[in-house]
């Protein structure tokens, strides 16, 4: 790949390059295998998976394509990072789902879990429309600041505290098109 794969003046991090630590290789194994668990789960049902944007675009779009019941999908937009790379403590809307929810079955897609602050403000949210039930997933989950009681239901890898780029996740906008998942190294 002739990506650069170094973080350019003027980003956080700059001058820090960008070392690989899960694969694409691995990323769709693992997803496959969240495939199998999550259609077993709803077998019965067919659930609305609600992706949360930017970061969680690319995993929801691999996501749906392995499961093997019907399934609807819709996207939120919150904002806690303010565009860099440190969570602001407080979150705010930037776009509300538009699909009607009441009764169903909702499974919210994170790219990852850090302190938890977003899932949490999205559940309360999500939970004033009345769906049937809640259930989260998400690609990663770093192991260190969870200050939330936030559980995931599915989790596809559980990372050390390091800041990472990469399948959909970013520093101000940029390394979502990565294909795998890499730190970025100091
Ligand atoms: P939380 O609210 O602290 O759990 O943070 C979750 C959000 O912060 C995620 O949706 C990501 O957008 C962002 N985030 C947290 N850690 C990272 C990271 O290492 N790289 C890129 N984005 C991150
Ligand atoms: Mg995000």
Redesign the pocket.
């Known amino acids: 790949m002739d990506k650069k794969l170094i973080v350019p003046d003027g980003f956080p991090y700059a001058g820090s390059s960008l070392k690989e630590i899960i694969s694409p290789k691995d990323i769709a194994a693992r997803i496959k295998e969240l495939g199998i668990e999550i259609s077993k789960h709803y077998q019965k049902s067919t659930p609305i998976v609600i992706g949360?944007l930017n970061?969680s675009v690319i995993f929801v779009s691999d996501l749906i394509r392995v499961l093997n019941i019907n399934c609807e999908v819709d996207f939120i937009k919150v904002e806690?990072?303010l565009g860099e790379i440190k969570?602001s403590g407080s979150?705010r809307l930037i776009k509300d789902i538009s699909l009607d929810i009441l009764n169903r079955d909702i499974l919210i897609a994170?790219?990852?879990?850090?302190?938890?602050?977003?899932?949490r403000y999205l559940k309360k949210h999500i939970i004033k429309f009345k769906p049937k039930s809640i259930r989260i997933i998400s690609l990663l989950k770093?192991n260190q600041?969870l200050n939330t009681d936030i559980k995931a239901d599915w989790i596809g890898f559980n990372i050390d505290d390091?800041?990472?780029?990469g399948y959909g996740?970013?520093?101000k906008q940029r390394f979502r098109d990565l294909p795998g998942i890499y730190i970025v190294k100091e």
Request: net charge negative.
């Open positions: 949360i970061g806690s990072y969570s979150v994170e790219d990852i879990i850090d302190s938890g602050l977003t899932l770093k600041h390091n800041f990472v780029v996740l970013d520093i």
